[in-house]
């Protein structure tokens, strides 16, 4: 079994740098599965918004991994959830086109195992599919125990969640 | 291993100030809300729009534009304040770096 470092070290997990303003402190962190850096290098830069607003996916991405990563609140109103369990410890963090899947191994460290666009996700009701990918990649990950935190609750897995 | 995304400066200054504006609106409604329980339906009504435009615009599935940024802002009993502020010496010098590259 490894730490989070070791296994960045051994290539299975890649840290995600968001790439911070020069006044941000990066409060929470982002790793990807290695098998996620092809999607992540080559496909998230050619989807397309379905909406067809100017933000492409690309940029709500990055702009979403900036807040996220900042520590900024990330929910002002049940409206706007950006973060929410979907089962067995497994979050989708989303932007208007995309939901990303993973799950938190401590508090503000979440560990992305799939990415798609919305519109795919929502139309073939990929969820529950994507939830029990992330728990697959989980189990087979030699991440020291406990591999994740359970439960339902935002604010168990990140800091400045909600809205006083 | 550490990971960036391949995204332009101009891209992500675009899409973060973007983000940015939509995120100050959504927290000014959850104040507003909580002080007087103002909805996105009186903001609708007030600038006599279908409440699905604001539910869309607020949520990133449709774009805004400057002057709904305003409207919303005056439905809330707000205004919006902007400025443009120098960026750290790092930045800035990423910025020209890359449209030096691009003139070139």
């Known amino acids: 079994m490894s730490t989070l470092v070791e296994l960045v070290g051994a290539g299975e997990l890649i840290r995600l740098d968001p790439a911070l303003e020069a006044e941000e402190l990066e409060w929470r962190s982002v790793y990807a599965l290695a098998r996620l850096l092809p999607t992540l290098q080559k496909e998230l830069p050619t989807y397309v918004s379905q909406w067809r607003v100017e933000l492409s996916p690309i940029q709500q991405f990055d702009a979403l991994l900036e807040v996220f990563c900042a520590g900024e609140r990330l929910t002002f109103d049940r409206m706007f959830k950006p973060l929410t369990h979907i089962q067995d410890g497994v979050w989708e963090l989303k932007t208007a086109d995309l939901r990303i899947f993973g799950w938190f191994v401590m508090k503000d460290c979440f560990v992305m195992a799939a990415i798609d666009t919305a519109f795919k996700v929502k139309s073939h009701n990929l969820y529950v599919g994507y939830a029990n990918m992330a728990a697959y990649w989980r189990s087979q990950l030699p991440l020291d125990q406990p591999k994740f935190i359970p439960g339902e609750d935002p604010n168990d897995v990140v800091s400045n969640y909600d809205f006083p | ?104």
């Open chain 2, 1 to 104: 291993m550490s990971f960036r995304i391949t995204i332009s400066p101009k891209d992500q200054a675009a899409g973060r100030f973007v983000s940015r504006v939509r995120r100050e609106l959504q927290k000014a409604l959850a104040e507003e809300s909580q002080k007087r329980g103002l909805t996105q339906s009186d903001l609708a009504r007030a600038i006599g729009v279908n409440r699905s435009v604001i539910s869309r615009e607020l949520r990133g599935h449709k774009d805004l534009s400057l002057s709904r940024v305003a409207e919303l802002a005056w439905a809330m009993g707000r205004r919006p304040v902007f400025e443009i502020v120098e960026t750290a010496p790092a930045q800035a010098a990423t910025g020209l770096a890359a449209v030096d590259a691009k003139t070139d």
